[in-house]
Nanobody, 124 residues
Framework: HVQLVESGGGSVQAGGSLRVSCVAS????????VGWFRQAPGKKREGVAG???????RYVESVKGRFTISRSNTSNTVYLQMDELKPEDTAMYYC???????????????????WGQGTQVTVS
């Protein structure tokens, strides 16, 4: 059973940085991929960053060059380093896991089987 727990959110001024973490217990990296989503009040949940089936990193256009996803297999943790933060990055950030053998679009939220509880990021 996969369990995802996020941490590291907080409040920061525009232009600042934050790193959010997602500990993925019970996960097998050969079976699952973990990505990051976010949801701002009144808006749809959107995919932010993830690992595609070929292992390449994918980002939503609005965060390219500012956010970096990485993974530590030894600690079963996926990170999202967020630099040059903007007020429009304010949202609840979630990590989620989907099967690695899926060929659906990477940021399609409904195919992700496991979700964390979220961590709030506020940029002012």
């Amino acid at each position: 059973h996969v369990q995802l727990v996020e941490s590291g959110g907080g409040s920061v001024q525009a232009g600042g940085s934050l790193r959010v973490s997602c500990v993925a217990s019970g996960i097998r990296w050969s079976i699952y991929r973990v990505g990051w989503f976010r949801q701002a009040p009144g808006k749809k949940r959107e995919g932010v960053a993830g690992y595609d089936n070929d292992g390449s990193l994918r980002y939503v256009e609005s965060v390219k060059g500012r956010f970096t996803i990485s993974r530590s297999n030894t600690s079963n943790t996926v990170y999202l380093q967020m630099d040059e933060l903007k007020p429009e990055d304010t949202a609840m950030y979630y990590c989620a896991a989907r099967r690695a053998d899926l060929t659906t679009e990477l940021f399609r939220a409904d195919v992700y089987s496991y979700w964390g509880q979220g961590t709030q990021v506020t940029v002012s």
